[in-house]
């Protein structure tokens, strides 16, 4: 399965762990296990009883499981929150996509680009002129960091994403493969009263994204018309995601998959937002707004909370007018029942 | 048109397809046309009196019809399955995208990867190491191919396609250009109750591929947490399609153009997805489900059967909720009318 | 923040512009502005009295403003039309991506292929066999341009672009970074009855796509099945659109971000298409028509105006019903109210 193949024994992850081993010390580990799989050389983890019952039945290794547990019939660690516990075990196994330190005699690097110390600039990388490049950045295959672009400390650039001119990436941004940072905004106006053509409006602004944020693979984000589109620190974007020219995220929000921000929108902090989720031009989210998944937002909206439908209602409205839709049916039938009982008093009244 | 111009008499067609010909056996036919079209030189099908129809006035130099058909005052071959001879004769056209045999000068491979004999490797092409590149694969300028990737035999990776580390990919194969495979899944917590930031969960499980898989351009399959995402064998995917870490997608489902399947989804077997479908996160979708297009998924559906709407209903159902919401205004106005005749109808009993 | 920082006079701009400047000359001017946002070195546009309020008290260094708008108390241009006079500043500041010119020594060029005079052919480009490029385009670095294909003059391929065989592109189009055209369409039939595996329809048409077109990043545009899926001139596709096989997209069409067009369908001429739009597979779409945001057009559509909703409906139509879908609720509880005063009224007349 993976490449290369560490292994600690139980004894020694109990320890690193900071859990009490129900087992045998000697069992070696090597590798994490979504729960319900079998793997004698995984580990996984439980939280709930409903899960435990999946795990013992499933062939793994060992779980993780919570403080007072006790002996479960396979080996346990236990830890005060097995999760996070196995967020670390995560970690220890965690091997970056390999790439050497230096620069790959491939790259093509512009004299006129500032490159820092302790750089990985990978195979056909083109680093063009008066880029700047922080201390222990990584750059990876294939991508393409356009003129006076400017990466941070510890930077990651994937294979084959491309920055356009003047993109700014904070430290310890990650940038995942084919990700288009910059493109022009989709901005166009009829030549004349006639429309014979559309004549494009130039796009001549810039993209700034802070530190600790990460974009999806395949995601698009658009250079402003004028000034900037602005991604601010801590953000997490999925794949496929559109950002728009001179839109704004807004710290530490959360941006699911095939989700597509208009232009000139600004989208508040701490939001977690669903997949496919569409907030059009020029409207304003508010700081803690939790879009559900396929919801539009069309005008406005400040209230934290939690939102769901087009155009966003409060979840709870929401969700009773999708079980309302889905009962029109029966409401059909209880109007026309209604017609017909009215009809026959009315008659029988005349 | 067509770069290269082969052609074949319409006897020589008609003996290869297993027709019969009606016309003359020297007509020259370049390429396949779709119905409709004008192409002295284009063959094209028809397989109902409609499209004949439609045919027979478009100037096109020949067409497949069954058998029994007669003459038609154009050139036609008889055959017993006009569509099938039409897809025979396309595959007779058809030009794989060219590339050299052998490893071109200008592609990086790592002395540690493992390339068996008989691979087309082309220009700008990054191989990593511990990769393994099976017998007769392909693979086209800028691909990358990430550390301990294992490509089966007859693969094909279209340009700039992106394999992270660990992508498994079985045999005849195809990635269609700028598919990212192995990406990041999108996890991530808070660091603590106070929601300073958000911490990544660490990605580090792999991707696995069956056998007679196509991949769509840009389509983003992400990695597993832990253990592997699964692309079960004959699964067909369209272009900008997202799939979640962890999820499984059953042998021989095809799931259309921007439709996403969330982390932890599983996927049944002879599925048909449409476009723009949102499966959500852990749910599971049997086998010989069709979806059509835009539906929602938001639990469990494992009862085989065709569903639209959000969430997914039978599609009898939802055509009818749909119907009823368009008459929506209709039903607002015989509940006033309702109102107005009950009010008079208590006020005149009263 | 931008690169080169070219600057102007108030003087010489309010002369380029064909405007009355109400100010002193000789400030200096570098950037176009948003509205709203500080910048003493910026120019900005307000068009209404809302928008100059908005611009008065940010701290912009001048304003273009309507004429006969008189002294504002900052600097001011007045001229005919403000927001064209900022467009003709976006168009002075626009600093296309840099492009020596030439063709780069690690470009990898088919001898085959024939390149006119004036081009600029970036570093790691790869251009195969009998494809043609004409006078003055410019080709960014990773662009793959594939055998047979043919683009006019002064066309934009930027970086990562893939042209697969057989795709033509008309004079001063854009094709921005990640966009893939000429993948296969999305055709697959079973085997047989017993549909024990999909077999692959070969897809052998081409691509073509006339002058003034763009091309959003990482938009998806597939080849034909058979002869040609057509952009025609004049048409802008915004980031992350899908095209299927065979369709049609007539000219001086838009159509927004993430938005798909099913295989054989038929978009006409001045459309306007929203965001995350579905047009099925095999449908008619007329000239002259407005589809809002993530509008599903499941059926023929040629009467021009405005629609919205799934299906798509006049958009005073799907207004009205959105607006009454959200008074379910109130229409249960009427509903209730006639039943329950119905009944009291049938038992009161019995």
Not at 316 to 334: D, F, G, Q, V
Request: net charge negative.
């Amino acid at each position: 399965m993976e490449t290369t193949t560490r292994s600690w024994t139980l004894g020694e992850l109990a320890n690193i762990l900071g859990g009490t081993l129900e087992g045998p010390t000697e069992t070696r580990i090597c590798r994490p296990i979504p729960a319900g799989l079998a793997d004698p050389e995984g580990l996984t983890f439980a939280e709930s009883p409903e899960f435990l019952t999946k795990v013992l039945d499933s062939g793994v290794g060992a779980v993780l499981v919570p403080k007072g547990s006790g002996a479960l019939g396979i080996p346990s660690i236990e830890v005060d929150r097995p999760r996070a516990a196995f967020g670390h075990f995560l970690a220890l196994c965690h091997r970056p996509l390999p790439i050497d330190a230096g620069i790959h005699p491939t790259a093509v690097i512009s004299p006129e680009a500032e490159i820092e110390p302790g750089v990985s600039i990978g195979a056909y990388v083109v680093v063009e002129r008066l880029a700047k490049i922080g201390k222990g950045t990584r750059i990876y295959p294939f991508a393409y960091i356009g003129e006076g672009c400017s990466l941070g400390e510890k930077v990651c650039v994937f294979p084959h994403a491309v920055l356009y001119q003047d993109v700014a990436i904070g430290d310890r941004s990650i940038v995942h493969a084919g990700a288009v940072i910059g493109a022009d905004g989709f901005g166009f106006g009829w030549d004349s009263p006639s429309r014979t053509r559309r004549v494009k409006v130039p796009q001549v602004g810039r993209v700034t994204i802070g530190s600790d944020v990460e974009v999806g693979a395949l995601t698009a984000i658009d250079r402003a018309t004028a000034g900037e589109t602005l991604i601010e620190q801590g953000v997490k974007l999925d794949n496929l995601v559109q950002i728009g020219h001179n839109s704004v995220i807004g710290e530490h929000s959360v941006i699911a998959g095939q989700t597509a921000v208009g232009g000139s929108s600004k989208v508040g902090r701490r939001n977690e937002i669903g997949g496919q989720v569409a907030i059009t031009d020029h409207v304003e989210v508010g700081d803690d707004v939790y879009l559900a998944g396929r919801t539009g937002v069309t005008k406005d909206l400040f209230e934290p909370g939690v939102y769901w439908g087009v155009p966003a209602k409060p979840i709870i409205t929401a969700k009773r007018i999708s079980n309302l839709t889905m009962k029109l049916p029966e409401m059909n039938k209880r109007i026309k029942e209604l017609e017909a009982r009215l009809a026959e008093l009315e008659q029988r009244t005349k």
